[in-house]
C-alpha cells in the first residue's frame, strides 16, 4: 500500500535553532516527491519539488534531500523564524501521475 | 492573479441539506482537484478534473458531486449532508496532473454539519 509516514509528529524550537523533518514513503515507482507548508487556517504552499534523480533542493532556508534508494527525505531548516511556525507536509506523486499521496505532516512550533 | 480562491470560507449545514462549494483558478490550469482535510490525517483526493468536461472520482468520492463546464470553476457539491462530511475542504489546480508541475491550493472552506 502506497503510504507516507512523517516524523516527528510535532516538534518545539527556539527561534534561531535548525531542525530537521523526516520522510518516509513506500510508494512505488514514484514520479516526485514534495514539500508543502501550511500555515495555520491556510491551503499548503509548495517548498520543493524533487524528482527520483535529485538529491537535494532548496528554497531559501529550507533544504530538502531525497534518497530514493532507502525511500527516505528529509526537510531542514536553517535558522528557523516565527514564521516558520506551520505544518509541513510530505507528499509523493506516483509515477502514473495519477495520486499525490499526502503525509499526515509535522507540526513545528518556533518560540522566541 | 487571484490563483485558487474558494467560497465560501465557512459553512454550517444541518444533517440532510445540499450545498455548492465554489472553486476558481485565473491561471488557465488543465487540471482541478478537490481535497479534504481531517484532524490527524493526510489530505485525502475526493473529485478531480483533467479539464473542462472530464472529471474522475478520488479516494473518497462517495456523497460528493462535480462537473467542470469551464476551465476556470470546479465546484464541488454536497447532495445530502452528513456529520463525517465535517471537515475542511480544499481546492487545488495546477498545469496537468502529472510530472513536476505545482499544485497550488485555495485557502480552504471549513464545513461543519450538525
Known amino acids: 500500500k502506497n503510504q507516507v509516514e512523517q516524523s516527528p509528529q510535532s516538534l518545539i524550537i527556539l527561534e534561531g535553532k535548525n531542525c530537521t523533518l523526516q520522510?518516509?514513503?513506500?510508494?512505488?515507482?514514484?514520479?516526485?516527491l514534495r514539500w508543502y507548508k501550511q500555515d495555520t487556517g491556510r491551503g499548503p504552499v509548495s517548498l520543493t519539488i524533487?524528482?527520483?534523480?535529485?538529491n537535494t533542493k532548496s528554497n531559501g532556508r529550507y533544504t530538502a534531500t531525497l534518497d530514493a534508494d532507502t525511500k527516505q527525505s528529509s526537510l531542514h531548516i536553517t535558522a528557523s523564524q516565527l514564521s516558520d511556525s506551520a505544518s509541513y507536509i510530505c507528499v509523493v506523486l506516483t509515477q502514473a501521475g495519477t495520486a499525490l499521496i499526502f503525509g499526515k505532516g509535522t507540526t513545528l512550533s518556533v518560540s522566541s | 492573479n487571484a490563483g485558487v480562491t474558494q467560497t465560501p470560507k465557512f459553512q454550517v449545514l444541518k444533517t440532510g441539506q445540499s450545498m455548492t462549494l465554489q472553486c476558481a483558478q485565473d491561471m488557465n490550469h488543465e487540471y482541478m482537484s478537490w481535497y479534504r482535510q481531517d484532524p490527524g490525517m493526510g489530505l485525502r483526493l475526493i473529485h478531480y478534473s483533467v479539464g473542462a468536461g472530464i472529471t474522475d472520482q478520488g479516494e473518497v468520492p462517495n456523497g460528493y458531486n462535480v462537473s467542470r463546464s469551464t476551465t476556470e470553476d470546479f465546484p464541488l457539491r454536497l447532495l445530502s449532508a452528513a456529520p463525517s462530511q465535517t471537515s475542511v475542504y480544499f481546492c487545488a489546480s495546477s498545469q496537468t496532473g502529472t510530472g513536476g508541475y505545482e499544485q497550488y491550493f485555495g485557502p480552504g472552506t471549513r464545513l461543519t454539519v450538525t
Open positions: 520522510c518516509n514513503y513506500t510508494v512505488s515507482p514514484f514520479s516526485n
Open positions: 524533487m524528482t527520483f534523480s535529485e
